[in-house]
């Protein structure tokens, strides 16, 4: 493995601004360590070898000039198959879109290139982000670097694999219900999901439009935050989008790293520190809590009673919202097109591409959604879901005057084996518990790395008021700075 690939996203960035290497030989030796590895770890659907270089080489070209760099210029990333690259396949991990090169990019790829990023190629990801162990991909499940049998989570998988796996020191996400956070704990990664309408939805294919985001994932937490600072902001294309500039993320983690959390008041969420988490997850969790104390911090029980109803409102929300989304995929305006061979009506066409093009955890969604919007059964379900979340919100609303942010698990246990959760459901939704409120509220909150339960990493989840994503990182690094970072086994 090249030293380059063992490098921070900052360190990269520096080494390419002073000219001691250069965008070129950055690209290549990741685009090396993928070539050697991914087969065994299948982080990405696909890579863009060509597109990669000659972006390096356009910052090379840039830094040769003269011309001034962003402060992650010629540094690679992945980016989660649920934008979309101008020219380069979006599958969305689905069969349905197979094949299909989008005509534009969306807005967090667009600041990519501007900031004059490098990207890779496309990560593997639970198909249409509908999942939590990236084993619903239509091209087959990502690999946990830390163990190959195991989870890498999900949606995002491939994002966080590519991490760990030193693929790619930089990846984007989108986090919907935990899939951003929920891969970041279990490979030992940093996963940040900016508050609702920090980052533009803008060519984001939309599963759950009043819970999706894409955010920054990363293997330090400054490294988050130089992504998060490029990757978000206004975007007018984007009715959700907060007109507000980004919260200073960068400074925040800096002054985390100091190691000083003199004068802020930490809530631990008394609903996630019961039963249902494992031993050894509550046990990192309890140590992390205490190296927070020493370094300034106070802490706080706080009770918010309305989480425990997360999950069921989540789960008629979200498929809800997904049945609507979802509807325009009917092979007659673009992706696969099955049955059209003159003999069959319009609908018989649609009803065999979607058959054909949706993979299992999809219907299940589509089905449950349908249902919950149906005549006679929407205020029962859906309407009642969105009651629970208002009652969420307002937990969130009574926490946050009492301490500046919220304390968890990100997960309640480690990666799970491979095939070991598809035939329960529930069971595999349970992965997102504790990470399914902040989606529901709108805030922000990170995952980082505590420590290790059987080996295995554990995630530690900060949560924060809206536009206070700050806060989040500020904390997050001055839990790194004493806990350290984690490296999986080599493979």
Known sequence: MSDLTKLSAAEVAGLVATG???????????????????????????????????????????????????????????????????????????????????????????????????????????????????????????????????????????SAAALAAYEAPLSIGSDTGGSIRQPGAVTGTVGAKPTYGGTSRYGLVAFSSSLDTPGPCARNVLDAALLHQVIGGHDPRDSTSIPAPVPDVVGAARLGATGDLTGVKLGVVT??????????VMAAFRESVEALAKLGAEIVEVSCPHFKYALPAYYLIAPSECSSNLARFDGVRFGLRVGDDGNRSLEEVMSLTREAGFGPEVKRRIMIGTYALSSGYYDAYYGQAQKVRTLITRDFTAAFERVDALISPTTPFVAFPIGSRTADPYQMYLADLFTIPTNLYGGPAISVPCGLSEGLPVGFQIMAPTMADDRMYRVAAALESTVGTFTPPAL
């Open 20 to 158: 001691e290497t250069s965008a070129v030989e950055v690209t290549q030796a990741h685009l090396d360590r993928i070539a050697a590895v991914d087969e065994r770890v299948h982080a990405f659907l696909h890579v863009d070898t060509e597109g990669a270089l000659a972006a390096a080489r356009s910052v090379d070209e840039r830094r040769a000039a003269g011309d001034e760099l962003g402060p992650l210029a010629g540094v690679p990333v992945a980016v989660k198959d649920v934008l979309t690259t101008k020219g380069v396949p979006t599958t969305v991990g689905s069969k349905i879109l197979e094949g299909w090169r989008p005509p534009y990019d969306s807005t967090v790829v667009q600041r990519l290139r501007e900031a004059g990023t490098v990207m890779l190629g496309k990560t593997n990801m639970d198909e249409f982000a509908m999942g939590s162990s990236t084993e619903y991909s239509a091209y087959g499940p990502t690999r946990n670097p830390w163990d190959l049998d195991r989870i890498p989570g999900g949606s995002g998988g491939g």
């Open 271 to 280: 609903e996630f520190t019961g039963e249902g988490a494992e031993p050894g």
